[in-house]
C-alpha cells in the first residue's frame, strides 16, 4: 500500500518525504522483530550458573524498552527535521542487530 502509494506520488511530482520515512520504519520493524528473537537465545540456551533467571530477564527487558524507546525516538525525530538520512531509519534495528550478535558470541 505504501509502495503504491510512493509511485503515484513520485510520478505527480509531489514529495514523498513522509510516506518513504513510514515506508522504511515499518521495514526496520519488520527486520528487528527476527533479531529480538534471535536476542533471546542467549538468554534461554545461556549458562545457567553465569546468572539467575531474573537478571537474564531484566537485561532482556531493560533492552526491550531501551529498543522500543530508541526506536519512538527516531520516528518522532523526524517531525522537528526536514530530510533524515536513509540510515536514521535503521539505527535503532542495527543496535538490536550488533546486540543480538554480540549476545550470541559471547555464549558459545
Not at 520493524?29 to 528473537?37: K, L, Q
Not at 530477564?57 to 526506536?71: D, E, P, S, W
Request: charged share 15%; glycine share 10%; aromatic share 10%.
Amino acid at each position: 500500500m505504501l509502495w503504491a502509494s510512493l509511485g503515484h506520488l513520485r510520478e505527480n511530482g509531489l514529495d514523498t518525504t513522509t510516506q518513504e520515512f513510514a515506508f522504511w520504519s515499518r521495514i526496520a520493524r519488520t527486520v528487528a522483530i527476527v533479531f529480538a528473537a534471535l536476542l533471546a537465545l542467549p538468554f534461554v540456551f545461556g549458562s545457567l550458573r553465569a546468572s539467575g533467571s531474573g537478571t537474564r530477564t531484566l537485561v532482556g527487558v531493560l533492552i526491550g524498552i531501551a529498543f522500543f524507546f530508541l526506536q519512538n525516538l527516531v520516528e518522532s525525530g523526524r517531525a522537528g527535521v526536514q530530510r533524515q538520512p536513509a540510515g536514521a531509519r535503521l539505527v535503532p534495528t542495527t543496535l538490536l542487530a550488533i546486540a543480538a550478535v554480540g549476545f550470541i558470541a559471547r555464549t558459545r
